[in-house]
Structures are given as C-alpha cells and as structure tokens.
C-alpha cells in the first residue's frame, strides 16, 4: 500500500511541476492567429541503440508513433509520428536528455516538425514516464508551444539490463500542440 501511495505522490508531484512550466510557457505562445489545438493521442514503438544496461551512455531513441489527432471540435483523423532524439546518459535506471525531434505526418497531407527542448523523467514501479515539452518549428501549428506525455513499459525482462540490455518498448503517446 505505502509503494503504491508513494508512486501516486511522485508521478502527481512531477506532473504539477511540469504543468507550471508548461502554462507558464503556453501563455508566451500565443500568435493570436485563432489557431486551434492539436491533441493527438496513439501507441508508438520505440527502440535503443545500443540497448539499456545498468551502465549509462549515450543512446539513440527511434519511436514510430500511430496518432488519433483531434484537429477541430468533432473532427478527428489519423496520423504518423516519427520521433528521435539522443540521451547522453542512458541506461535501465534512467533516461537522461531533454531534447528531440517528432515529425506528425497528418491524413490531409500537412505535417509538424516538433523539436524538444525539456523533459522530466520518472520511472515508479517498471513504468517509466516522461515529461516533454517543445515548439512546433515548421508546418502545421508552427511557433506553437507543444506538450507530449510518454508512459511505457519495456517488452524485455529487467534482467536483460544484466545482459544483452533493454533494446524496446512500447508506449502510449499523448501529444498537444496548444493554441
């Protein structure tokens, strides 16, 4: 009981402080340009190169994300992500890095190059949780503030971290580019 409480502090303790940073950050994106938000919500597989140990060092992230965006009130359809970024400091205990880049590719054709700039990072219980922030740098949505939440769990044994290391996962992606 005391574990489980104590992961519900830690993840709501995160996500408050990632809020404030967030909305202190969204309120200086603002173009006034009527633009609407973009909330787009999927699964993504992801991969290391080379694969988590216990050991931290640099490691590239390559996540190939399937999105339900929706685009307008009651208009919803899908989309592609291609998400990659390099930690300078990974292993199974961590994920250091706050940078990235994701390009949504939309049904209609547009897209969103999205570069990462923050993150916070938690892993309770197996689960590791990561807090994104960025901006839209091109296409649709562009110079908006952007916010993407990553929860996942390996698809590997922890005791791979011994071995031959944690080489993939799989996670559930929510991505807003607000307005």
Do not use: K
């Not at 830690?10 to 009527?34: F, K, N």
């Not at 290391?165 to 307005?179: A, D, F, K, R, Y």
Request: glycine content about 10%; proline content about 5%.
């Amino acid at each position: 009981m005391w574990r489980r409480r104590g992961a519900t502090v830690i993840l709501s303790s995160l996500a408050l402080v990632v809020s404030s940073l967030v909305w202190a950050s969204a309120g200086q994106a603002r173009t006034g340009s009527g633009y609407e938000a973009v909330i787009c919500t999927g699964h993504a597989h992801g991969s290391y190169d080379p694969p988590l140990t216990l050991l931290p060092r640099q490691t590239r992230i390559h996540a190939d994300v399937r999105y339900t965006c929706t685009t307008a009130p009651g208009r919803t359809s899908p989309a592609t992500g291609s998400f990659d970024a390099v930690a300078p400091a990974a292993s199974c205990l961590s994920l250091s890095g706050d940078s990235g880049t994701e390009t949504v590719r939309y049904a209609d054709g547009s897209r969103s190059v999205i570069v990462i700039d923050g993150a916070v990072t938690a892993r309770v219980a197996g689960v590791l949780v990561v807090l994104q922030s960025g901006r839209v740098t091109e296409g649709r949505g562009a110079g908006h503030f952007v916010r993407r939440t990553v929860t996942s769990l390996p698809q590997q044994l922890p005791t791979d971290c011994l071995t031959s290391g944690l080489q993939t996962t799989q996670s559930t992606v929510q991505l807003e580019i607000l307005p």
